[in-house]
């Protein structure tokens, strides 16, 4: 039993040190085939603060003139995203028991200042399957509310390795990264904190 929604996971020190160092290679090896790129809102167009790319045969994205999507290929290169990793899809068989694997694994970077403002991820067609979070470098303040925005929040920092796994209510509850604690890790090369998300966005 915690606070927290009722499907919100969370496992502290999933991934050992060895592990941690293996998953930043493979994302230093991903962001090879498909660099960091900034995304932007909707129709303001306004830039976000932290850095992506993606995992999988598709990859999040936003746009002025687009919105929030799914893609198949870098939208610069045009080239498509590195595979997700086996230790990756392996984890997501063993916290989700879920039938089918993710199509996506979102690489979020971090660098000192930013934070994500609260939000509920709503681009996915398949509303039941879970979300998987791993967390490597800094720590973050991750922020859980409730269904509507501007309710209370708890907060609970997450360190790397820790994986948080999200499904039922949680899933549809709004959330957000406060603060970095910056350059308490010395794991990410350039500094900061990298956030994987592993979504199902197509129906099975
Ligand atoms: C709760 N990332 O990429 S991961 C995101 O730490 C995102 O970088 C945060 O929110 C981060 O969208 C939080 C944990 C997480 C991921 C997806 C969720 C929590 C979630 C979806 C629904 C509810
Ligand atoms: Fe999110």
Not at 80 to 98: C, E, Q, R, S
Request: with cysteine; proline share 9%; hydrophobic share 35%.
């Amino acid at each position: 039993m915690n606070d927290f929604p009722d499907g919100f996971a969370h496992y502290p020190i999933y991934f050992d040190a060895d592990q941690q160092q293996a998953l930043i290679e493979a994302v230093r090896a991903g962001v090879k085939q498909a660099p960091f790129f900034i995304s932007h809102m909707p129709r303001t167009g306004t830039p976000m603060s932290v850095a992506l790319s993606n995992f999988g045969t598709l990859g999040w994205m936003s746009d002025k003139d687009q919105g929030y999507r799914y893609v198949p290929h870098h939208p610069a290169t045009g080239k498509p995203w590195a595979p997700i990793p086996k230790l990756l899809l392996d984890l997501w068989d063993d916290v989700t028991g879920y039938p089918v694997q993710p199509e996506c694994c979102l690489i979020n970077w971090y660098k000192e200042g930013t934070k994500m403002g609260a939000h509920i991820d709503n681009d996915e067609q398949d509303a039941k399957a879970p979300v998987v979070s791993i967390s490597l470098g800094d720590p973050a303040m991750f922020r859980m509310g409730g269904p509507q925005r501007g309710g209370p929040t708890k907060g609970i920092k997450l360190f790397s390795g820790d994986v948080v796994v999200m499904a039922g209510a949680s899933r549809f509850c709004y959330h957000s990264v406060s603060k970095i604690f910056y350059g308490e890790s010395a794991l990410v090369p350039k500094g900061g904190r990298i956030n994987l998300t592993m979504r199902r966005v197509n129906l099975p």
